[in-house]
């Protein structure tokens, strides 16, 4: 008699464990990019465009700004002071705290500061990134409103200030142009006055310092407005704001002489650097072309 075996048959299982990506990977995208201005700093955003206008301001105190203080990498104590103001008024007194106050409160009184609390053009560009490409952040430019202050100015300034320098990505952009900013200098080969790419790669931050420049018919105007850029990963363009909400206030008017006080010491003249009296400057500003009646 046969005795039937049943021999079962038993199934290997394979399991499957699936890869599970590191949560704490960041592929390269327009989210990595970071952007730091200091305190006044915003993230990158979309950005609607607008043709730069020119309009008229109501008044003259529009605005805080200075290309000159940008392109001194520093601030300045300067102000833009009414061409009516009464100069021979000003505080003139040995250096100290106190005459410092008094001739500031002079010249907020008859004048508006330049580049006081204001964005200087430095910018800290960051790919957050901890994978992926490079992203390429490039067309950058200025979009605006100009503002042509109504009464003539001059330019005051208080114990002059020295800016600090380091080593930056230099650019060049004409305030209210959607032409691209240029480099201002070579960059990783890039030559001098060529449009303004920047490669981040993942990890990468690069400092940046935008001049900016006018055009012929806005060279008395205030400009307010933002920086804008697009960034550029994977061939997809994306349109964002480097820095939102700056003004650089135009150059005076009346620029035949610039007056600085330090204490009881005046200067006077086209650079502001020649001896001077406040009755000596006052017949230079009298004498300028620009000069009201």
Do not use: K
């Amino acid at each position: 008699m046969m005795v039937a075996v049943v021999v079962p048959v038993v199934t290997v299982l394979t399991i499957v464990i699936p890869l599970v990506a590191d949560a704490n990977t960041r592929i390269t995208s327009v989210d990595t990019l970071a952007i730091d201005a200091g305190p006044a700093g915003d993230e990158a955003q979309p950005v609607d465009e607008a043709e730069p206008e020119v309009v008229l301001a109501a008044s003259s105190t529009v605005g805080l700004g200075s290309e000159e203080v940008v392109n001194a990498a520093g601030r300045d104590l300067t102000w833009r002071v009414r061409w009516d103001a009464p100069f021979e008024t000003i505080p003139l007194c040995a250096y100290s705290d106190a005459c410092v106050a008094e001739q500031t409160a002079w010249l907020d009184t008859w004048g508006r500061p330049v580049g006081d609390d204001i964005w200087n053009g430095y910018l800290t560009l960051s790919n957050t990134a901890t994978d992926g490409s490079s992203m390429s952040v490039r067309d950058i430019h200025s979009v605006g409103t100009f503002i042509r202050p109504e009464v003539p100015e001059v330019t005051v300034t208080l114990r002059g200030g020295e800016g600090d320098g380091s080593q930056l990505v230099v650019m060049q952009q004409t305030l209210g142009s959607t032409d691209p900013a240029t480099f201002s200098g070579t960059y990783f080969g890039a030559p001098d006055g060529s449009p303004a790419v920047i490669n981040i790669a993942p990890g990468e931050f690069i400092q940046t310092l935008t001049y900016f420049t006018r055009s012929d018919g806005d060279e008395h105007a205030d400009f307010t407005g933002s920086l804008v850029a697009d960034v550029e990963v994977g061939g997809v363009s994306t349109p964002v704001v480097l820095f939102d909400g700056f003004t650089r206030v135009g150059p005076p008017q009346l620029s035949s002489t610039i007056l600085r006080i330090n204490g009881d010491f005046v200067a006077c003249g086209v650079d502001g650097w020649d001896d001077c009296t406040i009755p000596l400057f006052v017949e230079q500003l009298r004498a300028d072309p620009e000069f009201p009646g």
